[in-house]
């Protein structure tokens, strides 16, 4: 069986779940029947699917050599970068300064690693 081209793997990713967002804000918001409201749940599924399928797509398309030689180290520091920003996102929750950064942090160390485990794989 062959394997889907990274840009199948986003493009279609991407528009499946955004067809599967749409479809349950309809489902259990009875205010977004109406062209807007589906159109405005559409595009933020498909952003999510961008931010889901991405990484993965990329570590598909761009199997660097340079990577896959360092993997270890670059799976050392983005687990390192992973639980310093869950450590961080964790203290920031008794305060809600800062906790917008430490999401992002979290979530851009998660797609990292997505990337280098495509990468593990192949």
């Known amino acids: ?18 067809v599967v ?6 489902a259990v918001q009875p ?3 109406n062209p807007r409201g589906v159109a405005t749940w559409l595009v933020a599924g498909a952003i999510l699917g961008a931010f889901i399928f991405g990484p993965a797509a990329a570590g598909n398309a761009f199997r660097s050599a340079f990577v896959r030689r360092h993997f270890e ?3 050392r520091w983005s687990a390192f970068v992973l639980a310093l920003g869950l450590g ?3 203290g920031r929750m008794l305060g809600d300064n ?6 992002t942090f979290v979530f851009l160390g998660a797609c990292f ?3 280098l485990s495509v990468l593990a794989t192949r």
């Open 31 to 33: 205010d977004v029947r």
């Open 113 to 115: 690693r997505v990337y």
């Open 88 to 90: 961080h996102w964790i």
């Open 1 to 18: 069986m062959r394997t889907l081209k990274p840009i199948t793997t986003f493009v279609g990713g991407s528009a499946l779940l955004a």
């Open 73 to 75: 180290q670059f799976e």
């Open 98 to 103: 800062g906790i917008l950064w430490a999401f």
């Open 21 to 26: 967002v749409a479809t349950g804000a309809a």
